[in-house]
């Protein structure tokens, strides 16, 4: 049963950010398939980005893809502005169902050789990013909508050489507890997904293309491999689904257990 099979309703929409590829563009995938229109953002990969619509709409939904720097949150108003046009246009609509704050970069560095540069570009991506654009776009966001935020397994188990990335990602856990906490009275669900490793060019893709490292990984993981991309978006996409309405305020880790 898809999420909008219910009678004179209109599809439900969401926005991935970060859609061209990778977990937003698993998402964004998913979540077609399970009925629901999307909206997705890229940085700057255009011809990805239409490329994926495309897939959307040979499953039979409705697609649009806008520019967006995450990273910029001088560009929010206007990108806010973009979206209710684009609503209007494609959906003869106001608001919009879902956020999936899904857009990010990765980055390695240990603590003692961290420095200013890549720490304030990791808190502009991963944490004023998704604050800012997220109270941007609550005027637009349904009432009774949800929203995700994409977290990492690496809030909960340390590796050495992610631990401002990690910080970042621990501020959005919180984040969206406060989320759920202040936006309750709009009927507006927020949670976390937190993916572990995952195959894909996230980080320069050495998940995937270092065997050393993928080993590893496996060798921790109690269902004894590496994550990939179709491990994430249907759980995201499953999240919600009308099902799963009264979960709030939570972190979901996806990584195959690892690290037990």
């Known amino acids: 049963m898809s999420m909008s ?3 004179n309703t209109s599809p439900k929409i969401a926005l991935v950010t970060g859609g061209s590829r990778g977990l937003g563009r698993n998402t964004a995938l998913a979540l077609a398939r399970r009925g629901v229109d999307v909206i997705l953002t890229y940085r ?3 011809a990805e980005a239409e490329q994926v619509v495309a897939e959307i709409r040979t499953l039979g939904r409705r697609a649009k893809a806008l520019p967006l720097d995450v990273g910029h949150s001088s560009g929010f108003p206007a990108f806010a502005a ?3 046009a684009q609503l209007a246009e494609t959906w003869q609509r106001e608001r919009f169902d879902f956020l999936i704050n899904n857009a990010g970069i990765g980055a390695h560095a240990l ?3 961290t420095s200013e540069a890549q ?3 990791l808190m502009r991506i991963h944490l004023k990013g998704p604050f800012f654009l997220t109270q941007a776009l609550l005027p637009l966001l349904a009432d009774g909508g949800r929203i995700v935020n994409l977290s990492s397994g690496l809030t909960r188990f340390a590796l050495p050489g992610y631990g401002a990335y990690a910080a970042m990602k621990g501020g959005v856990e919180v984040l969206t507890r406060y989320l759920a906490k202040e936006l309750g009275g709009r009927g507006i669900a927020v949670n976390t997904v937190a993916p572990g490793a995952i195959e894909t060019d996230f980080g320069g893709g050495t998940v995937r293309d270092n065997a050393q490292v993928n080993a590893f990984i496996a060798g921790q993981t109690a269902l004894g491999r590496v994550g990939l ?4 978006g249907p759980v995201i996409a499953a999240l919600l689904a009308e099902d799963n309405r009264w979960i709030n305020a939570q972190r979901i880790e996806a990584s195959g257990g690892m690290f037990l």
């Open 44 to 46: 700057s990969q255009r």
């Open 111 to 113: 603590l003692a050789e």
């Open 229 to 232: 991309p179709d491990d994430i």
């Open 119 to 121: 720490f304030d570009e």
């Open 5 to 7: 099979s219910s009678s």
């Open 82 to 84: 973009a979206l209710r």
